[in-house]
């Protein structure tokens, strides 16, 4: 079990050097990255497409990449705003590590984007380990998923720095308790902003935007608690990188050396012993 440990501590410990130095070279020339997290389904490339459109509309140099495990429909969608966006197609694997998105975003980000958004894999348990080199990690859950989904992935909402529920036109028609939903929320993260969206009835359009603005022109992100507790814990739940805790002494955290496999929120196994990620791009 402490080999276990140990493998898992060291795999993400490289992914925390390498999304290091890729946060540092994409804020030298000022672009800032915003990692989207959130279940399948939740509504994340309906509401990207139009924060895209809101940004080209208000003159910000915007790009996107989405992650799917096949598939370019996201791609495809998002390129309807008329940005730059790139699909990366990860064969199996159920989240983006830093190096990945390096190599993908060498030799296609254009230098003047300023705003980096990328859609990770639809799942709350595997991305939630892994910093992309972001300055924004957002969690987005649509009122169809549950007031608990908070409490049932407590280190991805643990280590969120904003959270935005979606597709609210339909709250009431699913007797979604935003109330409890807000409690929840705070309880695994005190003090993280929640926002309410809709990109059917066009509700909270542009906050995501500018939240993103005001962490790029340099207004502090919020710091979850559970970060800062763990920073200087060593052992089993310490941090990696910058704010973004890993806690492998409760199943959170994913190891993968060749023939590793571990299951994603659906239930379905994941080997990371596979060749490297396919890669599809559009504009």
Known sequence: MCRVVDLQQAVLAKNDGAAQALRTELTARGTTVVNLLSSPGSGKTALLERELLLARERGVAVAALTADLATENDAVRLSRSGAPVKQVLTDGLCHLEAA?????????????????????????????????GESLRVVLASVTEGEDKPLKYPTAFGLAQLVV?????????????????????????????????????????????????????GAPAHAPVMARARADAPGPGHTHGPGHAHDHGHGHGHGHGHGHAHDDDNGHAHDHGQPDPAVAQTR
């Open 100 to 132: 990945m998105l390096a190599r993908h975003l060498e030799g296609w980000l254009p230098e003047e984007t300023r705003l980096l958004f990328v859609e990770n894999v639809g799942n709350l348990v595997c991305p939630a380990s892994y910093d992309l």
């Open 165 to 217: 529920v979606t597709k609210t036109d339909i709250a009431q028609a699913v007797a979604f308790d935003e109330a409890a939903f807000r409690a929840n929320v705070q309880r695994v993260n005190p003090g993280v902003e929640v926002v309410l969206t809709s990109a059917r009835a066009e509700q909270g359009l542009g906050v995501l935007l500018e939240r993103a603005r005001a962490v790029a022109a």
